[in-house]
Nanobody, 122 residues
Framework: VQLQASGGGLVQTGGSLRLSCAASGGISGNNAMGWFRQTPGKEREFVGAIRWGSINYADSAKGRFTISRENSKNMMYLQMNSLKPEDTAVYYC??????????????????WGQGTQVTVSA
C-alpha cells in the first residue's frame, strides 16, 4: 500500500488550499482514510477521516475543512478554507480499518503517506 499526499504550499491567512491523497496497492472504499498534521516537537494531531458516508472532524477543522473521497479513483481530498497560522504543519494522509470512534488515534491507522507541508503566513 502506498499513500501519496500532495497540494501543500504557502498561503496567506484566510486563504485556501486543497490537499490530495492518492492511494494504491489495495486500499478500497471499505478502508477508512484520514488526515493528520504535525508540527515540530508535537504529537501528530487528528484532522479528520472518512469512510463511505461517515466523516469525523477534529474540533479545529469543523466549519473550515472538508474531507471528500473518490473511491473510484482511490483519492481523498482535504479542502481547507479560512486558514490560520496555527494550521501550519506537515499534513499526512493515512489509511486503515479502524472503527469510527478510533479514528482520532494515531495508533488506529496502518498506512501513512509521506506528508505535505502547509504554511500559513500571518
Amino acid at each position: 500500500v502506498q499513500l501519496q499526499a500532495s497540494g501543500g504550499g504557502l498561503v496567506q491567512t484566510g486563504g485556501s488550499l486543497r490537499l490530495s491523497c492518492a492511494a494504491s496497492g489495495g486500499i478500497s472504499g471499505n478502508n477508512a482514510m484520514g488526515w493528520f498534521r504535525q508540527t515540530p516537537g508535537k504529537e501528530r494531531e487528528f484532522v479528520g477521516a472518512i469512510r463511505w458516508g461517515s466523516i469525523n472532524y477534529a474540533d479545529s477543522a469543523k466549519g473550515r475543512f472538508t474531507i471528500s473521497r473518490e473511491n473510484s479513483k482511490n483519492m481523498m481530498y482535504l479542502q481547507m478554507n479560512s486558514l490560520k497560522p496555527e494550521d501550519t504543519a506537515v499534513y499526512y494522509c493515512a489509511a486503515g480499518t479502524g472503527i469510527y470512534s478510533s479514528w482520532p488515534s494515531v495508533r488506529s491507522w496502518t498506512y501513512w503517506g509521506q506528508g505535505t507541508q502547509v504554511t500559513v503566513s500571518a
